[in-house]
């Protein structure tokens, strides 16, 4: 599955024009007065400028696998990584998934996941730079929770989707896709790992690619 482009509302788009393009170094285009588009690898992230609510969603970026350490030190530099109590250290070490990953914040209040997967042949030899952002690999999918079993089993039929064959289901959290691209499923009011903060439903759409089929979803 390859996510190719991302939509989601901010109330913060001046701040997030600033940190994409200057703090992450990321080709951003000013679209208009309400939305961005920022290039990360094959995926466009695109926000688009609301008023009244703080929606902020959580999404991972591939990286090369080999890479982990660098992106860690080079993001360290630039702003505040999340430390995690249950490794004690700002590098989680997903051991089921074969990967290791590292969480910031942006302006916005978006959970964001730098995560290089050692299954994926993409190991590099460059210095670490945001030209090795290589996609948007993840994305939060919260619906509510009266609905969740019913809501992921439709996301599985109409996509012809599955779980990822990495993590089996949980009672209050599913992964769906491969290691290209992931729909993390949960229910509202959960905590965002590896945040305090609930989980919210705001609206997005995600474009995305799964066995030569282009698809979108709506939430």
Same mark, same amino acid.
């Given at each position: &599955? ?6 989601? @509302?901010t ?31 094959n ?5 688009? @400028? ?10 991972a ?13 080079w ?5 505040k990584?999340?430390? &995690? ?25 978006n959970?964001?996941?730098?995560i ?48 990822f ?8 959290f ?29 609206? &997005? ?15």
């Open positions: &599955m390859e996510i190719t482009r991302v939509i989601f @509302q109330s913060s788009l001046k701040e997030l024009i600033t940190f994409y393009s200057n703090v992450l170094e990321l080709t951003t285009e000013i679209n208009s007065l309400n939305k961005i588009t920022i290039g990360i690898g995926t466009e992230l695109v926000f688009e @400028q609301v008023g009244g609510a703080d929606p902020f969603y959580h999404f970026i591939n990286i090369p696998s080999n890479k982990i350490e660098e992106a860690r030190n993001l360290a530099r630039r702003t990584l999340i430390w &995690m109590e249950d490794y004690n250290s700002d590098v989680a070490d997903f051991k089921n998934w074969h990967a290791k990953s590292v969480y910031f914040y942006d302006p916005a209040g959970i964001l996941e730098l290089a997967r050692f299954d994926l042949d993409n190991k590099t030899d460059a210095p670490f730079s945001s030209a090795q952002f290589l996609c948007v690999s993840e994305v939060g999918l919260v619906i509510k929770g009266e609905e969740w079993d019913k809501a992921t089993t439709n996301l599985l039929q109409q996509y012809q989707l599955n779980h064959v990495k993590q089996p289901p949980l009672p209050q599913k992964a769906i896709g491969d290691d290209e691209g992931l729909f993390i499923v949960v229910p509202e009011k959960r905590n965002w790992y590896p945040t305090n903060k609930q989980c919210g439903i705001f609206p &997005m759409e995600v474009q995305f690619v799964n066995h030569g089929k282009e698809c979108v979803l709506i939430a």
